[in-house]
């Protein structure tokens, strides 16, 4: 069933309401931190992010259910943060330490929501089914490229496919890797692939991302084996409860880095940025666009292109030149509607 488009009204009270909520809470936090009796201040990592309500993890590996002080902005899973303690194993968080590495996605207003911070790994899930979206795909590679994270795409649930297909599927996707982009390919079921994902990962702080029906839930779960002892513990620590397998975690890996688990990227779409940063997120016209005739070149009609004779050339895959096409619309049409 398609989703109901929100009015602009609908969209304003929404803001007006979450907004008072933010107020109420962070008039919480001030009237928490005035009582605090100088508790030094620490640095800590948010690890688990429900609301207002925030787990943050200190020096020792400690979990301290935490309130956001007002006017520091919006803390996020990944988030390097000072905070005080207020009483055994509650605190407040008093200011953002700076960020890299942001993934966000537009909210029901168009304006973009952090999910999760100081990533240094995207890595974009894919299997034969259900049926592959390049374009989703490619709109995946740009967010890693503007945030400045390495890419990733992992292809999973390969024990779908004989030996015939599985030649076309790495076929289908395979200008991906000519153009520097990583790839392993997975099966669960056997276990291929997983010791080399593992690796991938090892001192990173990851997230994983894709459609729904990828497997992505059962790839977090081979990660991630002690998964519902790292959930209890968060859980018992903050007193969410239940929540906590809903809100936005980061877990530690086995190997020794971090993985995000974010409900918000089941489902991804670009925020507002300019053609001359989606132009830069398709790595391989990036380095050739300097050489067309015209400065603003769509790389679509214009004579003098050297995007179009790359693609002709086999240099460029013409369905990622359709794909940016096809973005660069919707950016123009944005840009009209305002």
Request: proline share 5%.
């Amino acid at each position: 069933m398609p989703r109901r488009r929100l009015s602009e009204r609908q969209i304003e009270r929404i803001r007006t309401i979450q907004e008072r909520r933010r107020q109420r809470l962070g008039e919480r936090a001030e009237r928490v931190l005035a009582e605090i009796d100088e508790a030094p201040p620490e640095e800590g990592l948010v690890v688990v992010r429900h609301g207002a309500n925030l787990a943050v993890e200190d020096a020792a590996g400690r979990v301290h259910h935490c309130l956001a002080r007002q006017n520091i902005g919006h803390p996020v899973c990944g988030d390097r943060v000072v905070w005080q303690e207020a009483a055994p194993g509650q605190g407040v968080v008093t200011a953002l330490l700076p960020r890299r590495g942001v993934l966000s996605r537009p909210d029901s207003g168009g304006q973009d929501k952090p999910l999760a911070a100081n990533l240094t790994r995207l890595v974009v899930l894919l299997a034969p089914r259900p049926e592959p979206s390049e374009y989703l795909l490619d709109q995946y590679l740009v967010a890693a490229e503007l945030m400045g994270v390495e890419a990733l795409i992992a292809f999973n649930k390969l024990d779908l496919l004989d030996a015939e297909g599985l030649a076309d599927f790495r076929g289908r996707f395979a200008h991906y890797q000519a153009i520097g982009y990583p790839a392993v390919w997975l099966s669960l079921k056997s276990g291929q692939g997983l010791a080399e994902l593992t690796d991938r990962l090892e001192g990173e702080t990851s997230i994983l991302v894709g459609q729904s029906g990828v497997g992505k839930s059962s790839l977090i779960k081979a990660l991630l084996p002690d998964r519902e002892v790292q959930i209890g513990r968060l859980s018992r620590a903050t007193g969410l409860g239940r929540h906590t397998t809903s809100a936005t975690t980061c877990y530690r890996l086995p190997c020794g880095g971090r993985l995000i688990d974010s409900p918000g990227v089941r489902s991804f779409r670009l925020g507002a940025i300019r053609l001359t940063e989606l132009e830069r997120g398709f790595r391989e016209l990036a380095g050739l666009s300097a050489g067309c005739q015209f400065a603003d070149c769509r790389h679509d009609q214009e004579p003098g292109c050297v995007i179009k004779q790359a693609v002709a050339d086999g240099r460029v895959h013409p369905q990622r030149l359709a794909n940016f096409r096809h973005l660069a619309a919707q950016i123009e049409n944005a840009a009209a509607r305002y």
